[in-house]
């Protein structure tokens, strides 16, 4: 284990590539088109649509592929804002709840994976597995940086909204979801992003979790490809782990006991490193899996802390 960690990034090389991220997209242009109300469009994930709510529509001026949001509305303006991150089927699910507190809500679906009309299959692996996990360890193109510069790309255009308060910015997500929000509430830093909350995070303590699992088991095929010093500083440099000095804001994390996919371990390691405000659920026999307990826990903290 501590010949695999010596390949991981030191914090002043990961505070360098997060630099670099925020430059290569901060000259990218962006537009958000937000789609027309059609009540026949397969909405994101299992949650029907409301009159109200926008598929929106991103494309930038370096020419990558065209991704999809989901934009939420709250009932009064200006509101906070929240950007929500899928798990690893990159399907999103609507929390009207929050909304109810007064939040907008961003969905955003990265890489063009999902668009309005469902999932884009022609962009996955042949077991219908997205590839962005790999391609960050092999150093392709479409890997976690080109996820992570699309995000960024919406959450600039929801900011720019006269809706919007600028100065409340929140992330919070499932899984890849939970993970993520971290990368991203690290890359924007504590000045700009107010809480995060991360439910069994994905991308969290990459050699403690053994490759094993349905998520993490994907770069089982794609270890030998590379260099064992270039295959871990890839994926260090996407390990929440990695990123927690610079995440001092305040963070709620969750974890379950029958979790094998991202084990409760991991992100025991992660919380016991993270510098700021910070809390810690155990859900003892909890799946890998979003459950109501987690969202009402998300809900104290955002109304807390965004």
């Not at 695999?4 to 630099?19: F, I, K, N, R």
């Not at 789609?35 to 026949?40: G, I, R, T, V």
């Not at 690893?88 to 668009?115: E, R």
């Not at 390691?269 to 307990?293: M, N």
Request: with cysteine; hydrophobic share 40%.
């Amino acid at each position: 284990m501590e010949a695999v960690t010596g390949y991981y990034p030191a914090p002043e090389q990961g505070d360098a590539w997060c630099d670099a991220l925020l430059e290569r997209t901060r000259q990218v242009r962006v537009q958000g088109e937000c789609l027309a109300y059609d009540p026949l469009t397969e909405p994101f994930g299992n949650c029907p649509n409301t009159l109200v709510n926008r598929y929106v529509r991103f494309t930038a001026s370096d020419g990558r592929r065209a991704f999809y949001g989901y934009w939420q509305p709250a009932l009064k303006t200006p509101a906070p804002l929240l950007i929500n991150l899928p798990g690893y089927g990159g399907f999103m699910s609507l929390h009207p709840q929050l909304c109810d507190q007064n939040f907008h809500i961003l969905h955003v679906s990265p890489l063009g994976y999902v668009t309005p009309s469902g999932a884009d299959w022609s962009l996955a692996l042949p077991d219908r597995n997205w590839p962005v996990l790999p391609n960050t360890a092999l150093g392709a193109p479409g890997g976690y940086e080109d996820w992570l510069s699309d995000v960024l790309l919406a959450v600039r255009w929801a900011l720019e909204r006269p809706d919007v308060l600028p100065d409340r910015l929140s992330f919070f997500g499932t899984s890849q979801g939970g993970g993520g929000s971290l990368l991203l509430a690290s890359l924007l830093g504590p000045e700009r992003v107010r809480c995060v909350c991360a439910d069994l995070p994905f991308l969290t303590d990459f050699p403690h979790t053994g490759l094993n699992g349905e998520a993490y088991g994907l770069l089982r095929p794609v270890r030998g490809q590379v260099e064992p010093e270039a295959f871990w500083r890839r994926l260090g440099l996407v390990d929440t782990v990695s990123h927690a000095h610079r995440l001092s804001m305040p963070v709620m994390l969750s974890s379950g006991g029958a979790d094998d996919t991202c084990p409760a371990a991991t992100v025991e390691r992660l919380f016991s490193r993270l510098p700021g405000t910070k809390q810690y659920t155990y859900l003892e026999h909890q799946t890998h899996t979003h459950s109501r307990s987690s969202m009402v826990l998300f809900s104290a903290w955002l109304h807390l802390y965004a």
